[in-house]
């Protein structure tokens, strides 16, 4: 496992449930590629302020730990992976 090198902040949407990844813009992605790179202090202030006053477009935001290597962030926890990338098993459709 990678040294944790960045923070992002994460949280999902309120309307459908998704992951959410806070851009360094401050505005949303559904995309952990988009996220923007912060100190813990910064990722800690973001995500409280976030759960104060966005309440309505996400639910629980909190900052995760993070190894960038080569423009690709990596989540340091089995969770926070699964998150950003999906089942880890293939979903069967119906038909």
């Known amino acids: ?24 813009d401050g505005t949303w992605s559904r995309r952990i590629a988009d996220a923007g790179l912060v100190d813990e202090p910064t990722a800690k202030a973001q995500s409280t302020a976030s759960g104060a ?13 993070v190894a960038v290597a080569a423009g690709v962030i990596d989540p ?16 069967r459709r119906p038909d």
């Open 76 to 91: 340091l926890t089995a969770r926070q992976r699964i998150r950003a990338n999906g089942p880890t098993i293939q979903i």
């Open 53 to 65: 006053t966005e309440q309505r477009l996400i639910c629980d935001p909190y900052g995760i730990e």
């Open 1 to 24: 496992m990678a040294a944790a090198t960045h923070w992002i902040v994460t949280g999902n949407f309120t309307e459908d449930g998704a992951v959410a990844w806070r851009r360094a």
